[in-house]
């Protein structure tokens, strides 16, 4: 695919974990993780709060049409269980670069699920989409974000400081890393 291409919505496979565009059927699941705790603290992208909200995101999520983001919900391949949600952001054509953010189900987390998802997405769009550099940053303390991007190859790049305002309302600084082509 060219880097001007339009985005067209794809499936991905990986273990026994089917990523596809969020569908509206699933929005329950979705609010369910949008109002965890630790995704209304480390995500502050994602602003679900009621049905309504997360159906808009559902809705949003599936509207790959303007090539800027391509989201994904994460579901198993056997009884397609709603596992989580990854999506690859900023998609900037220009200097052929993109972010990637996500958020797992708790009752699916410490599986792999995430770190598994990062790698298929991640390797996806530099294949696919041509890109060369895939950004994930995250709040220092958030420990386990930190173990999946180094568990899906993203090195360490340094730290940003006092770079986002988290979930408590306060500046956190960031860990920056990336993976390259
Ligand atoms: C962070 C998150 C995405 C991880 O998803 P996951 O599917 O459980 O991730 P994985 O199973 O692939 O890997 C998790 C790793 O973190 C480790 N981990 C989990 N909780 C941890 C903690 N409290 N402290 C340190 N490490 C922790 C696990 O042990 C595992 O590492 P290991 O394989 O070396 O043992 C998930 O916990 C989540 O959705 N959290 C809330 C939202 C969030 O933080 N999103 C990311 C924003 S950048």
């Known amino acids: 695919m060219s880097l001007e291409a339009p985005l067209r919505p794809v499936v991905l496979t990986v273990g026994d974990l089917l990523l596809r565009p969020p569908r509206v059927e699933e929005s329950a699941a979705v609010l369910e993780l949008g109002i965890d705790p630790d995704v209304r603290m480390w995500n502050p992208r994602c602003q679900i709060t009621d049905e309504a909200s997360a159906i808009k995101d559902c809705l949003a999520g599936a509207d790959w049409s303007d090539g800027s983001q391509a989201t994904f919900s994460i579901v198993h391949k056997h009884g397609g269980r ?8 900023g998609i900037d054509r220009e200097n052929a670069q993109a972010k990637v953010g996500y958020r797992i189900a708790r009752w699916t987390r410490g599986q792999g699920v995430a770190t598994a998802a990062v790698h298929c ?10 890109l ?4 994930l940053t995250h709040g220092v303390e958030n420990t386990a974000s930190c173990r999946v991007a180094q568990k899906a190859g993203f090195g360490l790049e340094g730290t940003l400081r006092m770079a986002k305002r988290f979930g408590d309302g306060r500046l956190h600084d960031e860990h920056l890393h990336a993976l390259i082509a």
Do not use: F, P
Not at 121 to 130: I, M, S, T
Not at 132 to 135: L, S
């Open 132 to 135: 060369n550099r895939i950004v």
């Open 82 to 89: 709603y596992a989580g949600n990854i999506a690859l952001h």
């Open 121 to 130: 997405v991640a390797d996806w769009a530099l294949r696919e989409l041509g």
